[in-house]
């Protein structure tokens, strides 16, 4: 054991058999146990997938749709004009424009979590990307957030806002994913999870060689992460289907 963690922590991974691998009910069971925090912790998913990152063919960028939310809140800002920048602010987005706000956002604005652009902005939108790249908050159109037609505008609004979320890979081949709050109900944690996972699955690149999913660990902001069985996680969210 860590001499890094305090009791709590020391007392919590004692109720963890590190030679076991739990099934998804089991583990979001375990997972309310073990959560000793006094704030209601993040929850998060935790992927090694047999990939290397090194290769373009075998990198993993994708979206899940997560039933119950993330509880969270995410603020969003729309690149767009005319038209589609009525639209945006009818559906409740304050932070929407074209050249001023990309120079809002070189001025230093970054209080958001992600942006969506009209297909037109993205020649503008560009030379944002040294920017917004790094931080993970560039449009694009694998993860749905560049927009060709503005009548699918508030659907994306939604999307987002409501339950979708966007995960890749980083440089060591793992992929970590928020999913919800402590608070969520063992029902809602797992529904979530198992739709991740689905999704981390079918998001496969073609490059991949071997054992794609290699392994799952529930975890929450300060907790022992929990190991998943991947086969049966992965058995379980092919079921949802």
């Known amino acids: 054991m860590s001499s890094k963690h305090g009791k709590k922590y020391a007392e ?35 992927f090694k997938l047999g990939i290397d990152p090194r290769h373009a063919d075998q990198q993993v960028r994708s979206t899940a749709s997560l039933p119950h939310g993330t509880g969270k809140q995410v603020r969003v800002v729309v690149f767009a004009e005319g038209e589609a920048a009525r ?27 992600l942006s969506i652009a009209m297909a037109d902005q993205m020649g503008k939108v560009g030379k944002l990307g040294r920017i917004l790249g790094r931080r993970g908050l560039m449009p694009n159109p694998r993860s749905g957030t560049v927009v060709r037609a503005v009548e699918d505008l508030p659907r ?13 890979n980083d440089r060591t081949g793992l992929v970590h994913v928020p999913i919800g709050k402590k608070s969520f109900s063992e029902e809602q944690i797992a529904d979530n999870m198992l739709s991740l996972v689905e999704a981390v699955n079918r998001a496969k690149p073609s490059g991949a060689k071997g054992v794609y999913v290699q392994s799952i660990t529930l975890t929450t902001t300060m907790s022992p992460g929990i190991p998943l069985d991947v086969a049966t996680a992965l058995g379980s969210a092919g079921e949802r289907r």
Do not use: M
């Open 12 to 46: 919590a991974a004692k109720l963890v058999d590190e030679t076991r691998h739990y099934e998804p009910r089991e583990a979001v069971e375990l997972l309310k146990r073990v959560a000793f925090a006094n704030f209601d912790e993040t929850i998060e998913v935790h």
């Open 156 to 168: 994306v609004l939604d999307e987002v806002r409501g339950g979708r979320i966007e995960f890749r």
């Open 87 to 113: 639209v945006a602010r009818e559906a409740g987005v304050e932070d929407v424009g074209s050249d001023d706000l990309i120079q809002r956002i070189e001025g230093g604005f970054l209080d958001f979590d």
